[in-house]
């Protein structure tokens, strides 16, 4: 039996106190959790078929409650060049580094803002998930049944501090109905032609970030989060090239409850781009830059529709990412930075991070999630979420 | 006449002794091909340990595949058995000699493929003192080499090779001792920037599996920092039966049956 155990805390630099709407009282703590990790797999001899749980057992020392959660849980069917996979799972498309274009699938941004690690910024999808691979072309498709849908898990207003709309009003989740015209599908297609990996991407389903509206526009009592309908086709392309390698990828974003982009409540359609550049810049040590914009479609419309008292977003969202990753003492010390800056709105983000393994079983990680820029820019509303975090894990 | 005869018979000796002798291109060829391309594909276990000079132990375990193909060309998939953190993380590396290797490393938390930019020379192979050139092969034509001499290491008689990189490199110089009877190295020493000895390899126990003649132990020490590696190859098989399907993204995936256990 294989997993892990983990601790996990952040806290404001000062141990500032929360928003801490749930009157609990957070002593600046973020996140404080322990956290069990079990993998239970076993798969046939011939590989015809394979299961996989990961279920957790945890406790949050910031709220004091004990829960548990099936992070991921699936069947594995094979035969040929079809591999098919049932149940939770996690599905990451794209080649963007902590952007999303083509990755349509749910994400938990609060647990990336608390310090938590990396691979908790994904979360599983419940769905079917086929595969079939030929030398030329290779195909897979998502099935998410209607009533399954996952949304993305954003940073709590009782956690952290950020702009709200809605101040007054609590709040409730409309997820979409469990219809069989709400199934989502989502279709990667890939090859590889003259040393370029090349995908084409499309997606039928939600919105997964959710927008809120009030219930009532005129006497408001509830301010609902909703997801509006969303089609997503796009392509990537990756290679190597001048001692490093490339990426490339866009999307268009057809909000198809907005067509006109003149409501208010939903997003308007856009485009995504992204090119970045990874390469190793000296022994253990790489560098990765990118540049990734949303260019928003009918701004006018936008602009002319949006509510008074919102800060109103820019035509363009562009960011500047960068990645360095410097591997010490024979890899078993690791330091890394990441940081967002955006050319346009002048709004920023930086985690540096220290992680050293003390042996083959234990790992500790100290970093900090640094939030800076305009008060109504993405990043510049977490201005006041500034974190360090510590994360140890044990792994059996 | 007699002397004339004797004459003829010397120079036709001497000119067989002359055709025994490779020149030090072809004897680091062969070397290589014992070394590092023997039969047209290999599966093993390979276990790891890295030795701190203090005596902490780190464990690598992993299994190997490779599929030879045109020219220097070679397919490798590196599945990690242990440890434990990255147990089920997969390496998949098409290496083409003359430009570097695509590199591909599997995250299986992330259900993600991500793709790797790595200078082959310069970097080291999941921590330890041998870096993926010294997995994989170091391409011929990287170095100018010359015969030194001949001599006999543990009662084996060797050819020692001496290696100068033309480009840019780990190492400024290196010595092989290179077994005459199967090409295969059974000691190297690697200088460094400031001429110094750096590193060491040796073929600490060479066994012939399926007639092949194989290090299935061996040990690369940083004679500096006094680390080392220790590297044992089991379950050595030959000529199985790998195809080209194995080394591409589904196996990195769904590790492919029965070439990979995921015990």
Redesign the interface.
């Known amino acids: 039996m294989?997993g892990?155990v983990q601790v996990n805390y952040a806290a404001r630099p000062d141990f500032a106190p929360s928003p801490d709407r749930d009157g609990l009282g957070d002593d600046g703590f973020v996140l404080g959790e322990e956290r069990l990790q079990l993998k239970l797999?076993a798969?046939s001899?011939?590989?015809a078929w394979g299961l996989l749980a990961k279920p957790e057992l945890f406790h949050d020392a910031v709220s004091e409650q004990a829960g548990t959660n099936l992070r991921e849980g699936y069947l594995?069917l094979?035969h040929d060049a079809w591999?098919v996979r049932i149940g939770r799972?996690?599905?990451?498309w794209g080649v963007g580094d902590l952007v999303f274009i083509n990755d349509v699938f749910p994400k938990d941004y609060a647990a990336f803002f608390s310090g938590r690690p990396?691979?908790y910024l994904?979360r599983g999808v419940d769905a079917l998930d086929a595969?079939y691979?030929s030398?030329t072309l290779?195909a897979e498709l998502a099935i998410v049944p209607a009533g399954f849908f996952g949304s993305d898990n954003l940073p709590p207003r009782g956690r952290f501090f950020q702009f709200d709309p809605f101040p007054a009003l609590p709040r409730a989740t409309a997820e979409p109905a469990a219809r069989f015209s709400n199934t989502e599908a989502a279709l990667r297609l890939h090859g590889t032609m003259a040393g370029t990996?090349l995908a084409v991407y499309a997606y039928r389903g939600f919105w997964r970030a959710g927008t809120f509206a009030p219930d009532d526009s005129a006497a408001p009592t509830r301010a609902i989060r909703f997801f509006p309908r969303l089609a997503v086709f796009g392509a990537s392309a990756?290679r190597?090239g001048l001692?490093?390698?490339w990426?490339a990828e866009i999307g268009y974003y057809d909000s198809r409850d907005d067509p006109r982009g003149d409501d208010p409540a939903v997003e308007n359609s856009q485009f995504r781009f992204l090119i970045a550049y990874?390469?190793?810049l000296?022994?253990?040590f790489?560098g990765?830059i990118e540049y990734y914009g949303e260019w928003m479609q009918d701004h006018a419309a936008y602009r002319r529709t949006l509510p008074p008292g919102f800060p109103a977003s820019r035509e363009v969202r562009d960011l500047l990412g960068l990645r360095l990753t410097r591997?010490l003492r024979?890899?078993?010390l690791k330091l890394s930075l990441f940081a967002f800056y955006s050319p346009g709105a002048r709004d920023c983000f930086a985690n540096p991070e220290v992680s050293y393994q003390f042996?083959?079983?234990l790992?500790a990680t100290f970093g900090g999630n640094i939030f800076g820029g305009p008060a109504q820019t993405f990043f510049g509303q977490l201005g006041r979420n500034d974190n360090a975090y510590l994360s140890v894990?044990s792994?059996? | 006449m007699k002397n004339g005869l004797t004459f003829l018979w010397l120079l036709l000796f001497a000119t067989q002794l002359l055709a025994q002798t490779p020149s030090p291109g072809e004897i680091a060829a062969k070397s290589q091909q014992a070394f590092s391309y023997a039969g047209r594909d290999m599966a093993a276990r390979v276990v790891m340990t890295l030795v701190t000079a203090s005596g902490e132990q780190r464990v690598r375990d992993m299994t190997m595949l490779r599929r030879n193909g045109v020219a220097e060309r070679q397919k490798y998939f590196i599945y990690f058995h242990s440890p434990a953190d990255v147990r089920g993380t997969a390496f998949l590396v098409w290496k083409d000699p003359g430009r570097d290797a695509d590199r591909w490393l599997f995250i299986p938390a992330l259900n993600l493929v991500q793709r790797i930019a790595a200078r082959d020379a310069e970097s080291s192979f999941v921590g330890s003192d041998f870096s993926y050139e010294d997995i994989s092969g170091r391409p011929l034509a990287a170095d100018t080499r010359r015969l030194v001499r001949d001599e006999t290491l543990n009662g084996k008689p060797c050819h020692v090779i001496e290696s100068i990189p033309t480009g840019r490199a780990g190492f400024t110089r290196k010595l092989a001792w290179i077994d005459r009877a199967t090409f295969l190295p059974l000691k190297e020493e690697y200088y460094d920037a400031q001429k110094e000895l750096s590193r060491v390899f040796t073929a600490d126990e060479v066994r012939e599996v399926d007639g092949v003649p194989t290090v299935v132990r061996r040990t690369m020490k940083n004679v500096k920092s006094g680390h080392r590696t220790d590297v044992v190859f089991r379950d050595v098989r030959y000529n199985i039966g790998l195809t080209e399907e194995v080394f591409t993204e589904r196996s990195l995936r769904r590790p492919p049956p029965p070439w990979i256990s995921v015990e």
């Open positions: 294989h892990f797999a798969r001899a011939g590989g594995d094979a591999d799972q996690i599905i990451t990396l691979e994904k595969n691979q030398e290779s990996e990756r190597s001692g490093g390698v990426s990874q390469r190793q000296a022994a253990d790489t990765s591997l024979y890899q078993t042996s083959d079983r790992t894990r792994s059996f």
